[in-house]
T-cell receptor, first 116, second 115 residues
């Protein structure tokens, strides 16, 4: 069974700084997807970024980028020029596709606080 | 991205009652997924709902407690039956969208408090 580990329960940085959230996973699969989700106090799960395992290029979405190290089974999220609105819980998730969407396996989350 | 609507967004429920949560997607999807997030915890999959067949439940979740309907390709319901305070959680539906259906999006969540 796949497992996802987020080793940082909480992080705190100053506004405009860069912050990196860690995620490692365990799988014997070769083809899979990895996700980062943001959950603000509203509790909605918002997709931040997605990475396909067969793509070597790291995914980027504006201020958000990932460092995907397939051999090391590591999938960290970098937030550049952090903003107060980035304050949220961040969850890393793994999915093994089988002819379409399948269930996500989540890490325990990292609570990120951006301080003014 | 598609719109995924959940109702209710929040409710306070009496112990012993049941509540049905609705999830509506504005595009047709094969699979819909129901997750539970207990206070301070991560998300755990309850069941997978495939249109036209019985839902598939994860270990620790049973149909009598969490019956699911999937009447068409855009709609599903999750009922939380005979609620106790331990059922106080956020319940979220999710679907796969995009070209391959492998980008997973969530509804806004339904925050239930059982008193």
């Amino acid at each position: 069974a796949q497992t996802v580990t987020q080793s940082q329960p909480e992080m705190s940085v100053q506004e405009a700084e860069t912050v990196t959230l860690s995620c490692t996973y365990d799988t014997s699969e070769n083809n899979y997807y990895l996700f980062w989700y943001k959950q603000p106090p509203s509790r909605q799960m918002i997709l931040v970024i997605r990475q396909e395992a067969y793509k070597q290029q790291n995914a980027t979405e504006n201020r958000f980028s990932v460092n995907f190290q397939k051999a090391a089974k590591s999938f960290s999220l970098k937030i550049s020029d952090s903003q107060l609105g980035d304050t949220a819980m961040y969850f890393c998730a793994f999915m093994k596709p089988q002819g379409g969407a399948q269930k996500l396996v989540f890490g325990q989350g990292t609570r990120l606080t951006i301080n003014p | 991205s598609a719109v995924i609507s959940q109702k209710p967004s929040r409710d306070i429920c009496q112990r012993g009652t049941s509540l049905t949560i609705q999830c509506q997607v504005d595009s047709q999807v094969t699979m819909m997924f129901w997750y539970r997030q207990q206070p301070g915890q991560s998300l755990t999959l309850i069941a997978t709902a495939n249109q036209g067949s019985e839902a598939t439940y994860e270990s620790g979740f049973v149909i009598d407690k969490f019956p699911i309907s999937r009447p068409n390709l855009t709609f599903s319901t999750l009922t939380v039956s005979n609620m106790s305070p331990e059922d106080s959680s956020i319940y979220l539906c999710s679907v796969g969208l995009g070209k391959t259906g492998n980008t997973i999006y969530f509804g806004e969540g339904s925050w239930l408090t059982v008193v």
